[in-house]
Each structure stands twice: as structure tokens, then as C-alpha cells.
């Protein structure tokens, strides 16, 4: 499925698309949402946006985007495509397969000003394509024990940490990969997701974990989301927080909350402005902009 967007920014071109991937082995870990968000955030911004999913036996962000190509309002859309799988029975066969349609899709999104791309919740050709292909990586954490343990190896007593994970290793190689092939560096970002249901003691424990691991393996740490009804009541709808004006629903106090989650998040990340001619070398840390109230 292909839906078209709009016109880029007039007068703001990257030499190449920007890629954010949204990435994490584990599934129900806010990928597909945090990637709807930003997407959308930056549709608001005049950006003209690819959206890549790769998730396709899950297909969250795509149902969201025919939601929202359906729904009747005029809102900004990406133009998004979902990649499947190769059906080859040949590992090595199947792995090219989906390399030149991964490259072939990217080659179509040349005019946009970023792609964003959601990835599935675990390891997979394609998974390791689009990460190896991150300018910036977004990892949505949960913050529980279970949910650290991709990321790295704690003791029994979940005190200190032994060495890194599966999934931190993984995105070590495709550092190497990306550095390699292009030169390119991929800024790799963790955001915590708060979760109500875990106490104060094991938050700070946490805490503490992650920032350890940060500096040992080299993330950026950014504020994630609060388990929020109004993310599961606005998906049907291909909605965003960011579209709530133009869906005519009058905001309410957990909405308000969430739009500042949103915008410390887009200010942590800090995208980078394109610019005449500028291509990336400058950074943006503007977050895209939100109404205050």
C-alpha cells in the first residue's frame, strides 16, 4: 500500500532524507505509536514525510495510516508504504529479495525531507535493514526489568549491570555496518515509557540501570510516554494528539498531559532543520510545535 502525501516544506531540502527508525525486539513497547507522533509532528511542520513499515504481519502504523486516509477529515499525510517479507524458501535468496525492495522503497521516498520507519518486535533481515539505514534510532523502553533485559545483562539482585544484551549488540553491529558503508553515524536514542504499575523503588533502580548503560554503549536518554487511554481511542481514527483541533475534540487535562510528553520527547530528539543547501550538518532542537494549552 502506497498513500501519497504532500508537498515538502517549499525551500527546506535534506541532500538525502533523514531516517528515524523506531526500534526494539520486544513487542508492546510503544514503537508504533511514538512513530504515528512523530510522523505526524512533523507533517505539521511542512515536512514532506515517507513512513516505512516493516512490521508488516502486525501492521499497526499502516491500519493507522488507511485509518486516517479514511476518516473523512483533510489531515496531512506520509507517503507510506508496508514491506513484506520475502516468501522465498532460500534464506540467502529471500535476504536479497528484501534488500532491493528495502533499497528499491527508500529510492522512492528520495524527495522526502524524512522517513520514518517502524520496525518489528523482533530480529529479522528486514528489522536489521532498517536500522543499519538509521540517521537517528528511537528505542522505546518500558520501564520494567523484563523490558531492560534486551538492552542489557543485570545480576540477580538487578543492581548492576553485567554487559549489554541481544538487541544492544545488534544495533552495535549495525553501527559498524552503517559506518562502514556510508561513513554514517546513527544517533540512538532510549525513551522510558512510564508504567503505573511499577513502584517507586524499582523506577529508581531503573533509573539508574539505564543511565549506567548509557554512558557504557552510547545512547541518549529521552522522557517516553504514560500508559494513556487516549492513544488506544484515537487509533481507529488515524489520529494523533497533534490532530485533535482538526477532529473537533475539545481537550481535556490527560490530553494536555500527553501533548507535554510529546513535546519533551520531540525536544530530547531534536531533528534536524533542513536547510538551502545545508544538508545535515546543523541540528534542530526546536521541538515541532504544540499548542501550549
Not at 62 to 68: E, G, M, T, V
Request: charged letters at 30%.
Amino acid at each position: 500500500m502506497i498513500i501519497t502525501g504532500p508537498k515538502g516544506a517549499a525551500g527546506r531540502r535534506f541532500r538525502r532524507p533523514h531516517v528515524v527508525v523506531l526500534g526494539n525486539e520486544k513487542g508492546g513497547s510503544g514503537k508504533s505509536t511514538t512513530a504515528m507522533h512523530l510522523i505526524v509532528a512533523l507533517l505539521r511542520e511542512g515536512y514532506k514525510v515517507g513512513s516505512l513499515d516493516l512490521d508488516a504481519r502486525q501492521g499497526s502504523l499502516s491500519r493507522f495510516i488507511a485509518n486516517r486516509a479514511e476518516n473523512g477529515l483533510e489531515l496531512p499525510m506520509s507517503r507510506h508504504v508496508r514491506l513484506e517479507q520475502s516468501a522465498l524458501d532460500s534464506v540467502a535468496a529471500a535476504r536479497e529479495e528484501e534488500k532491493q525492495r528495502f533499497d528499491a522503497t527508500l529510492a522512492q521516498m528520495a524527495d522526502c525531507d524524512f522517513v520514518v520507519i517502524d520496525t518489528p518486535g523482533s530480529d529479522s533481515n528486514l528489522s536489521r535493514l532498517g536500522h543499519a539505514r538509521a540517521d537517528t534510532l528511537v528505542t522505546p523502553l518500558n520501564d520494567s526489568f523484563l523490558d531492560l533485559d534486551l538492552l542489557a545483562r543485570v545480576d540477580s539482585e538487578g543492581l548492576k549491570i553485567r554487559g549489554p544484551s541481544t538487541y544492544a549488540e545488534m544495533v552495535w553491529e549495525q553501527k559498524k555496518r552503517r559506518a562502514l558503508t556510508d561513513g554514517g553515524s546513527i544517533d540512538w536514542i532510549v525513551m522510558r515509557n512510564r508504567l503505573a504499575s511499577l513502584d517507586a523503588r524499582n523506577k529508581r533502580r531503573i533509573g539508574k540501570l539505564v543511565e549506567d548503560l548509557a554512558r557504557r554503549i552510547g545512547f541518549r536518554l529521552a522522557p517516553g510516554f504514560s500508559e494513556r487511554v487516549v492513544f488506544r481511542e484515537l487509533f481507529p481514527r488515524g489520529l494523533t494528539l497533534l490532530d485533535l483541533a482538526d477532529a473537533g475534540t475539545a481537550l481535556t487535562l490527560s490530553h494536555v498531559a500527553a501533548r507535554q510528553e510529546l513535546r519533551g520527547l520531540l525536544d530530547v530528539i531534536g531533528l534536524p532543520k533542513p536547510e538551502e543547501g545545508d544538508g545535515l550538518e546543523k541540528r534542530w532542537t526546536e521541538p515541532a510545535a504544540l499548542p501550549n494549552s
